[in-house]
């Protein structure tokens, strides 16, 4: 990077930082450089070269943070890619994601799973795999909580997440995992609340079943069906294995024994 260049990058990181922004899009940056499109492009990419930058998806970039050069911003900070490439854009970090942001899960989750009523086409975020679940606005911020510049579920909303939808946080086992982990920082009023505002009976009931079964500490024996249970529900739906057990109060069929499960969650 020339001269010149060197400076009108770290111009715009400095005016940036102080006006306390992490994140701003091509079109900021052309904007303050007041150069050309294509001028802007190549100072961008020289400064994404030298590591002052790293661009999270199409025209949207990150201020890399002191200490993480050499390494993409989102392996530091997943909220501050999330942030700015959703920026005004309804949103929450979620599913296995938010179980990873809250060290629920043993092992870190590589995929960034991002609820949003938008379509987005990106399927990268500053190299990782990126999974949009399509949400109501209605609902996407019921339970979340702020995280930076993103939003992500908080751990209620977390745990109601991966209950409803096991396959988008790695099964069964890792639902149980990460309630055996959140057992004593679990809120049971608003963990109950938001299962009620949204519909998701069938999520709670995965929840108390997993948490009686496992004898989960602080937990066991303190959650109640949202309504009369008509019907059996499966713990893990969608898996072709046959149901080796069932929870009589929860009316819930497991593909393993709780032993089995129990096992499996706390390796």
């Excluded at 060197?6 to 111009?11: E, P, Q």
């Excluded at 795999?129 to 209620?156: D, K, Q, T, Y």
Aim: glycine share 8%; hydrophobic share 45%; proline share 5%.
């Amino acid at each position: 990077m020339s001269y010149q260049s060197h400076n009108a990058a770290l111009r715009l990181v400095d005016n940036l930082v102080a006006d306390g922004r992490m994140h701003f899009t091509f079109a900021e940056a052309q904007q303050r450089f007041g150069q050309s499109p294509s001028a802007t492009g190549n100072l961008l990419q020289r400064m994404l070269t030298a590591g002052l930058i790293d661009r999270v998806r199409r025209g949207h970039y990150v201020i890399r943070q002191l200490g993480v050069l050499g390494t993409p911003s989102v392996a530091e900070e997943v909220a501050l890619a999330v942030g700015a490439a959703f920026a005004g854009i309804p949103h929450r970090m979620a599913y296995r994601t938010a179980l990873d942001e809250h060290d629920l899960i043993v092992h870190p989750a590589r995929s960034i799973y991002v609820a949003t009523p938008r379509r987005i086409r990106a399927k990268t975020l500053s190299g990782r795999p990126l999974h949009i679940v399509r949400e109501p606005e209605s609902s996407i911020n019921i339970g979340a909580v702020a995280c930076g510049l993103s939003w992500v579920s908080g751990i209620e909303r977390a745990l109601l997440d991966a209950a409803m939808r096991p396959n988008l946080v790695g099964g069964a086992t890792v639902l149980a995992e990460a309630i055996a982990a959140a057992s004593n920082r679990i809120d049971i009023t608003a963990l109950t609340h938001y299962a009620q505002v949204l519909g998701w009976a069938a999520a709670l009931r995965r929840i108390g079943s997993i948490a009686d079964a496992l004898e989960v500490e602080g937990l066991a024996g303190r959650l109640h069906p949202l309504k009369p249970l008509t019907a059996d529900l499966d713990l893990e739906p969608g898996v072709n294995m046959p149901r080796v057990w069932r929870d009589a109060r929860w009316r819930v069929r497991w593909p393993q024994s709780p032993a089995e499960i129990a096992s499996v969650a706390k390796q």
